[in-house]
């Protein structure tokens, strides 16, 4: 971690009157810097509130979001944009995530149709980077999060 993000951390715990050891992760969405610097605004504005990940391509050290846990959304730069707190965690087949999911996660027009589109890319690339082919049975992991951070 960053000097810069965890002076952050340490700034919003002391805000926040929680120990500063406290367990967190710092991340940015997407797969470019202006993905990142958009997904990251929208949390922010707290229009972005869930997010949808590929179960199949957590790594062995990418633990699974939990209940409870803190983030630090970073911009495309690496630069703390807020901080999340997760509040629920389901695994559902990618064909099964529902129009309120996509909803909460607060892209495009924010329609059902433009969360699919997006996402199929989107998945599409990323398994293909590991030599996988998506699939819409594919297990993805929803997260609704509250940005906690001023």
Same mark, same amino acid.
């Given at each position: 971690?960053?000097?810069?993000?965890?002076n952050y951390w340490e700034k919003f715990c002391t805000e926040k009157n929680i120990p500063k050891d406290t367990a967190y992760e710092a991340w940015a969405f997407g797969n470019s810097k202006e993905m990142a610097d958009e997904?990251?605004?929208l949390v922010n504005k707290q229009i972005k509130t869930a997010t949808t990940s590929a179960y199949e391509l957590?790594?062995?050290?990418?633990?699974?979001?939990?209940?409870?846990?803190y983030?630090?959304?970073?911009?495309?730069?690496?630069?703390?944009?807020?901080v999340t707190q997760t509040k629920l965690v389901y695994i559902v087949p990618y064909y099964l995530v529902s129009p309120e999911h996509a909803w909460h996660e607060g892209e495009g027009?924010?329609?059902?149709?433009?969360?699919?589109?997006?996402?199929?890319? &989107? &998945?599409?690339q990323e398994y293909q980077k590991l030599g996988k082919t998506f699939y819409e049975q594919a297990?993805?992991?929803?997260?609704? &999060?509250?940005?906690?951070?001023e």
């Open positions: 971690m960053t000097d810069n993000i965890k997904l990251a605004d957590y790594e062995n050290e990418d633990p699974l979001p939990q209940v409870g846990e983030n630090i959304i970073l911009n495309g730069s690496n630069e703390p944009v807020c027009d924010r329609s059902y149709d433009y969360w699919k589109k997006v996402h199929d890319r &989107f &998945f599409e297990p993805v992991v929803c997260e609704v &999060f509250e940005k906690v951070s």
